[in-house]
T-cell receptor, first 114, second 110 residues
Framework: NAGVMQNPRHLVRRRGQEARLRCSPM?????VYWYRQLPEEGLKFMVY????????ESGMPKERFSAEFPKEGPSILRIQQVVRGDSAAYFC????????????FGNGTRLTVT | GESVGLHLPTLSVQEGDNSIINCAYS??????FIWYKQESGKGPQFIID?????DKRQGQRVTVLLNKTVKHLSLQIAATQPGDSAVYFC?????????FGKGTRLHILP
């Protein structure tokens, strides 16, 4: 999974601050997915994006969370006014978009809200 | 809610023995299934996948079995090694999303 690059690896924010998580997909991949993982739990789907389009955001909280995947540059997951409950590992995955293609994951960003 | 992941939270296996990790899914319309391995501090790593028109697929030391009748998926790891220690997730494709179960921790006994 070294091909999907996420940064930062660790992010500490105080309550009320903004968190920006970045994801560069594997070369040639135009589909990006964001997942959230709490300790000892599975990955929860948040959002699925293609270049400049949000395809499915059914897993995104209605407030404070947004995601984008611009024509140029990485995908960004933005969390405004963070609260302690936002502390988690956030994983990005990419795929070429073909049916039956597995997702390839980055090593995540671990967000800690103090 | 999530429908994938009837599982044992922890599976302990003697080194050298075969491991079998099970998973159930509830959506009969799911057409693609994947097994991932996640080591501590890392992202999930693709192991093997299977389409719903197949019932078995083999990789290097791993085999995935799909039983659509009872909506059951299993991962078999042959000759389990210390490096196989990890959490294993089954996942299914549903509406263009990959949905994960809660996972099974595989613990290797010396």
């Amino acid at each position: 999974n070294a091909g999907v690059m996420q940064n930062p690896r660790h992010l500490v924010r105080r309550r009320g601050q903004e968190a920006r998580l970045r994801c560069s997909p594997m070369k040639g991949h135009s589909h990006v997915y964001w997942y959230r993982q709490l300790p000892e739990e599975g990955l929860k789907f948040m959002v699925y994006l293609q270049k400049e389009n949000i395809i499915d955001e059914s897993g995104m909280p209605k407030e404070r969370f947004s995601a984008e995947f611009p024509k140029e540059g990485p995908s960004i997951l933005r969390i405004q006014q963070v609260v302690r409950g936002d502390s988690a590992a956030y994983f990005c995955a990419s795929s070429p978009g073909q049916a039956g293609s597995p997702l390839h994951f980055g090593n995540g960003t671990r967000l800690t809200v103090t | 809610g999530e429908s994938v992941g009837l599982h044992l939270p922890t599976l302990s296996v003697q080194e050298g023995d075969n491991s079998i990790i099970n998973c159930a899914y509830s959506n009969s319309a799911s057409d693609y299934f994947i097994w991932y391995k996640q080591e501590s501090g890392k992202g999930p790593q693709f192991i093997i996948d299977i389409r719903s028109n197949m019932d078995k697929r083999q990789g290097q030391r791993v085999t995935v079995l799909l039983n659509k009748t009872v909506k059951h998926l299993s991962l078999q790891i042959a000759a389990t090694q210390p490096g196989d220690s990890a959490v294993y997730f089954c996942a299914e494709r549903r509406d263009d999303k990959i949905i994960f179960g809660k996972g099974t921790r595989l613990h290797i006994l010396p």
